[in-house]
């Protein structure tokens, strides 16, 4: 198995925009104006135009105003700090400073359609840090 990850946005040109400057990924192919592949994550992201008020899954209507989701995107980075300056150069919105947490640093932002993701650096433990002692 493997997966990809699709996103919906109002604006397929701005989006990419934001995801290459932001996170450093690449235009794979384009696919019309409207469907374009990144690339640079160890799965592909495809961007896909989808305008708001449309009828999503569930018969849900889209929306780009922040939402929350229970699926979100966890990037893993070296440098939160460094991240976190970047996402936001590109138009990110931070909803969660970086804070220091027992496996990790964290912070909490939104592209600017609304999708939430953090930002994450693991501690030499990881996870594993929230497995205490037994």
Not at 8 to 29: C, I
Not at 73 to 87: G, K, N, Q, S, T
């Amino acid at each position: 198995m493997s997966f990809l990850l699709n996103i919906d946005v109002p604006d397929v040109a701005k989006a990419t925009v934001f995801y290459t400057e932001a996170f450093g990924l690449t235009v794979g192919r384009r696919f019309g104006a409207d469907f374009v592949e990144l690339n640079g994550w160890p799965a592909p992201v495809y961007l896909l135009t989808k305008q708001a008020g449309t009828i999503g899954a569930g018969g849900d209507l889209r929306r780009y105003e922040r939402h929350w989701t229970p699926v979100h995107i966890d990037v893993v980075v070296d440098d939160v700090d460094a991240a976190v300056a970047r996402a936001l150069a590109a138009g990110a919105i931070l909803e969660a400073s970086a804070r220091d947490a027992p496996y990790g640093r964290i912070a909490m932002l939104a592209d600017p359609f609304g999708h939430g993701f953090c930002l994450l650096a693991f501690s030499a433990q990881g996870y594993d840090a929230l497995l205490g002692s037994a």
